[in-house]
């Protein structure tokens, strides 16, 4: 059975930091891109962030140059380094992985920045 557990979310300052964890189990995670989403209060999921298989990866505009995605070198673990926080951040944020057996999401970690 795929299983995503996401992990690390919290409250924080704008300004401040959060990481991020995707434990992945139920399938070759090597053998998958992983991507982290969010969800803000009445709006849309939106696609933050992609690394591949291989470790490359791509982000949405509005993260670019503060949130890091990477792969777990021992695998299993998808995260997302994130720095200078803004209010505007606040959302769940969801790990989701797109395999032969279909799309699987985790439960989603609540991220709030405010002061």
């Known amino acids: 059975e795929v299983q995503l557990v996401e992990s690390g979310g919290g409250l924080v300052q704008p300004g401040g930091s959060l990481r991020l964890s995707c434990l992945a189990s139920g399938f070759t995670f090597d053998d998958y891109a992983m991507s982290w989403v969010r969800q803000a209060p009445g709006k849309e999921r939106e696609l933050i962030a992609n690394v591949t298989r291989d470790g490359d990866h791509n982000y949405a505009d509005f993260v670019k140059g503060r949130f890091t995605i990477s792969r777990g070198s021992a695998g299993f673990t998808a995260y997302l380094q994130m720095v200078s926080l803004k209010p505007e951040d606040t959302a769940i944020y969801y790990c989701?992985?797109?395999?032969?057996?279909?799309?699987?999401w985790g439960q989603g970690t609540q991220v709030t920045v405010s002061s």
């Open positions: 989701r992985t797109n395999t032969k057996w279909g799309v699987f």
